[in-house]
């Protein structure tokens, strides 16, 4: 099945700088790979994704770069902000034409700092 | 719009009792459903995935069960409780359309087994 890494586990900014966090995943077949926002004690919430027939997306502050060839794509946020503290979590699925059965990363904390 | 309803948020159940946890969606028909495990500090693992009433697959074994008694209704069930049952159990949806769509998840129910 699908595996997918995620790194770092932990990672620190001070507000305004930019973050980068990478996943790799195992099964080339895969045509999707959103990223999950995920506050404490809350539920994960999408906040961007993108499928295989593109290279990148944009959103504001936020952006997706995927590489089918290496197979890893990464989530950049840049302009970084207190509220932007939280759990991060990559996921790759192959859609089947039924259901999309996410395999997920195991989370980056982001923390950002004044 | 779409809203999915998820309850109990909290549960603290003796090791040996019962579960029942569940979910539904409101503003969709046909959705597929799905039942997701938190770990403290972890990733999202797939427990149960249901394309269409009564139709169940399970991806993990263990004492877990779920059921789809009606189109909109996902429900996840243990006759006995195991202490490594405890997490964070987080209903989701998406739709089938010809292609991927969005995952959106409830806001989960927090077990513990003591």
């Known amino acids: 099945g699908e595996n997918v890494e995620q790194h770092p586990s932990t990672l620190s900014v001070q507000e305004g700088d930019s973050a980068v966090i990478k996943c790799t995943y195992s099964?080339?077949?895969?045509?999707?790979f959103p990223w999950y926002k995920q506050e404490l004690g809350k539920r994960p919430q999408l906040i961007i994704d993108i499928r295989s027939n593109v290279g990148e997306k944009k959103d504001q502050r936020i952006a997706v770069t995927l590489n089918k060839t290496a197979k890893h794509f990464s989530l950049h946020i840049t302009e970084t902000q207190p509220e932007d503290s939280a759990v991060y979590f990559c996921a790759a699925s192959k859609y089947t034409g039924t259901a999309s059965k996410l395999t997920f990363g195991t989370g980056t904390r982001l923390q950002v700092t004044l | 719009s779409q809203t999915i309803h998820q309850w109990p948020a909290t549960l603290v159940q003796p090791v040996g009792s019962p579960l029942s946890l569940e979910c539904t969606v409101e503003?969709?028909?046909?959705?597929?459903l799905y039942w997701y495990r938190q770990a403290a500090g972890r990733g999202l693992q797939l427990l149960f995935y249901?394309?269409?009433?009564?139709?169940i697959s399970s991806e993990v074994p263990q004492n877990l069960s779920a059921s789809r008694p009606q189109d909109r209704q996902f429900i996840l069930s243990s006759k006995k409780l195991l202490l490594s049952d405890s997490g964070f159990y987080l209903c989701?949806?998406?739709?089938?359309?010809?292609?991927?769509?969005?995952?959106?998840f409830g806001n989960g129910t927090r077990l513990t087994v003591t």
């Open positions: 989701a949806w998406d739709t089938y359309s010809g292609n991927v769509s969005p995952l959106h």
């Open positions: 503003g969709t028909s046909n959705p597929n």
């Open positions: 249901s394309v269409g009433i009564g139709q």
């Open positions: 099964d080339s077949a895969s045509n999707y």
